[in-house]
């Protein structure tokens, strides 16, 4: 069940200065509110600013104008170390991409983010051993990301990004590099962490048909939010 507020936007412009005196307008003054245990999906095709309204949420970029207050926070007056620590603790990331560390077990990919966080060895270990194992990549947990297949690779970024205990996961296009039949198991695991464990998710998508899966759809078109309704193939 959804709860207190937990992401508010509000008239959130992002601008970016192309030279003088061009400027380029990327949102347009957005207005979104996301409830704790919430699975919402923003879904839009190729340059609505999908990506931009993901950094913003996800505290990797400032808005050039408006109020974003993340858990309470208001993110556009804090201080960057505050928002390291804001991205470290209260968010988990999946991208489509993965971002695995090479060369490096996907154990010690699982435990990084706690290194930041300071986290003591043995505790690492037996974290990321946890959550690897609830990802089912336990007997895989040595192998680097170049012995791992797609949908591995993402589960394992699933693992890492539960890491640090976080109350909302930003996925974007988690499953935009993999198969139907993969990409529907990493979806299955997002349903498991939302019912399970109450996570907060945010899934930034292209796919409508994914987008149905969400209790909330948000649809966004040149830097708008066009439209909201409830996910018609959602389970709760």
Not at 1 to 20: C, H, P, S, W
Not at 99 to 116: F, G, Q
Request: proline share 3%.
């Amino acid at each position: 069940m959804a709860g207190e507020v937990i992401i508010e936007l509000k008239n959130i412009y992002k601008r970016y200065y192309v030279g003088q005196p061009n400027e380029l307008e990327i949102l347009h003054g957005i207005d979104l509110t996301i409830r704790k245990g919430e699975f919402v999906s923003i879904v839009g095709a190729s340059g609505s600013g999908k990506s931009t309204l993901m950094n913003i949420i996800g505290v990797l970029d400032r808005p050039t104008e408006g109020q974003y207050t993340l858990s309470n926070v208001d993110v556009s007056a804090a201080k960057d170390k505050e928002l390291s620590h804001i991205r470290n603790e209260k968010i988990g990331f999946v991208f489509q991409t993965y971002n695995l560390i090479p060369r490096t077990s996907a154990l010690k990919n699982v435990e990084l983010p706690m290194m930041y966080n300071r986290k003591s060895p043995s505790y690492r270990r037996e974290r990321a051993k946890e959550l690897l194992a609830m990802v089912d990549m336990g007997e895989r947990m040595m192998h680097t990301p170049d012995e791992l297949s797609g949908g591995q690779k993402q589960r394992v970024a699933i693992a890492r990004a539960l890491a640090n205990k976080p109350s909302i996961i930003l996925a974007d296009e988690p499953t935009g590099a993999l198969d139907s039949s993969t990409g529907r198991m990493i979806m299955d695991l997002f349903h498991k962490l939302h019912k399970e464990q109450g996570i907060t998710i945010v899934l930034i998508t292209h796919s409508n048909e994914l987008a149905e899966e969400t209790e909330r759809i948000l649809t966004l078109k040149d830097g708008v939010i066009t439209g909201e309704r409830r996910g018609a193939a959602y389970v709760s």
